[in-house]
């Protein structure tokens, strides 16, 4: 068999560790990594704590063009797929056409835009999603002396949280009743406000931007829908992504809330694969199609994707997604969030056994779907012994009738 070509479409985590794999299984092969962005693979995760000035935009990047070159990528920097072809098997960059025996679509999403009166155009309000945005908001906050985060998202938090940690008045407009609404129940919410509040984040709840006054090309007031005005230096934005679909407009490729795959990462279109943040993929565990926007979920497809796509060349049997999706983080000073598995996010005939331990600041909700364990939200600092124990038994489809739920609240201090 002639040397096989894959192509991958975004150099994110998913797609640089899916461009690794298939050196290393398919060693003869050729791999284009297009990436639109002008810079090598960067860890997105960590640009929170370079807002915050704890680690230096050195220790973000995570790859350089020598390891492209000695791992035989051709990274493609600041190039742009503009269509994909499946009947032909080429995608088209720069007006030159390249042939692929597998394709990755591994384009993630682009941050929603403000979409306030006096937003557009406003050199002084960001999102937050590239490494270019991050070294925009920090030289403002070298200067700023109030700030505004928009948004009920984990990316206002990020905002919200390093504004007020590089000693920027902080004021944090929430749309719904409480931070990650979807996601989180009234008791979950008050934890998180107060360790918000402990850190001295001003909280604003019901509360949208009705209107950005510029001067100067700047936004240098807030109003909120309750008329609130809000004297401020920069904007923060966290209203969302959009997933970047594009590509499969005209093709035969399925798309829903992303690119929809099976549980092989492979979509509709053989050969064609999607990973990460923009594929909405079969989970065979919990036996159903999402999405889920996680840095440990990008780098999991990544490795999955890659394993199937080679297949077909070194005849290796092809592998399924058996992860558990997880994803930590802090929040504010005083908590940690974790969550894995489904959440209420996902579907609404979750059933809910939630416990509040606010001496210790603990918040545990587990999820049931009839009887079948699913998944976790755990707050507070301590409460994570019985993790690995959850995981097993959600990937083991375990079942626990009602009246035996309680009990598994106290793995958590196992
Ligand atoms: C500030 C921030 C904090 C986060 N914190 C956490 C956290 O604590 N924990 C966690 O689990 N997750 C976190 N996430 C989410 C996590 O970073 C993402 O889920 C993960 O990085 C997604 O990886 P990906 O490879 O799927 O997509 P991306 O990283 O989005 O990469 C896709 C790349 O493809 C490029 N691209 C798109 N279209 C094209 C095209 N047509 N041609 C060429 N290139 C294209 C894009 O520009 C982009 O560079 C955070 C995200 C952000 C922004």
């Not at 080679?310 to 974790?338: C, H, M, W």
């Amino acid at each position: 068999m002639a040397d096989r070509r894959y192509v991958i479409v975004g150099n994110g985590f998913a797609g640089t560790t899916c461009a690794e794999q298939l050196r290393k299984l398919d060693p003869a092969c050729s791999i284009i990594l297009f990436a639109d962005e002008p810079y090598c693979l960067y860890n997105r995760i960590a640009l929170p704590p370079m807002l915050r000035k704890q680690v230096t935009e050195q220790k973000v990047i995570m790859r350089d063009l020598a390891w492209h070159e000695k791992h035989g990528i051709d990274l493609r920097l600041g190039t742009r797929v503009d269509a994909v072809d499946t009947a032909g098997k080429t995608v088209t960059a720069n007006g030159s056409a390249y042939p692929y025996d597998a394709l990755l679509l591994a384009t993630g999403g682009r941050p929603n835009p403000a979409a306030s009166p006096g937003a557009a155009g406003a050199h002084n309000v960001y999102n937050f999603q590239y490494l270019d945005e991050t070294k925009a908001i920090s030289e403002a906050l070298e200067t700023a002396k109030v700030g505004v985060s928009v948004g009920g998202s984990f990316i206002a938090y990020e905002l919200a949280e390093a504004f007020v940690s590089r000693g920027v008045e902080t004021h944090w407009l929430i749309r719904g009743p409480r931070f990650l609404r979807r996601m989180l129940d009234e008791a979950a919410g008050e934890l998180l406000h107060d360790a918000a509040r402990t850190d001295g984040v001003h909280l604003h709840f019901g509360e949208e931007v009705r209107e950005m006054v510029r001067s100067n090309g700047a936004v240098s007031k807030v109003v909120t829908t309750s008329g609130t005005t809000i004297d401020t230096d920069l904007v923060g934005i966290g209203l969302g992504l959009t997933i970047n679909l594009e590509l499969c407009e005209g093709t035969e490729i399925r798309t829903r809330t992303g690119i929809v795959t099976d549980e092989h990462l492979e979509t509709d279109v053989k050969g064609v694969f999607a990973a990460g943040d923009c594929a909405e993929f079969y989970d065979p565990i919990a036996e159903q199609h999402y999405r889920m926007g996680t840095w440990n979920s990008a780098g999991a497809h990544g490795k999955l994707a890659a394993h199937n796509m080679a297949a077909a060349a070194n005849g290796a049997e092809r592998k399924v997604f058996d992860t558990v999706p997880e994803y930590s983080s802090l929040v504010f000073s005083g908590q940690t969030i974790t969550q894995f598995g489904l959440s209420p996010e996902y579907r609404d005939d979750i059933e809910t056994e939630m416990h509040v331990d606010r001496d210790r600041g603990w918040y545990r909700a587990l999820y049931f779907l009839e009887d079948r364990f699913v998944g976790a939200v755990l707050i507070g600092k301590g409460n994570r012994a019985g993790k690995r124990r959850y995981l097993d038994a959600i990937k083991t489809k375990a079942r626990f009738p009602k009246a035996d739920r309680k009990a598994l609240l106290d793995w958590t201090a196992d």
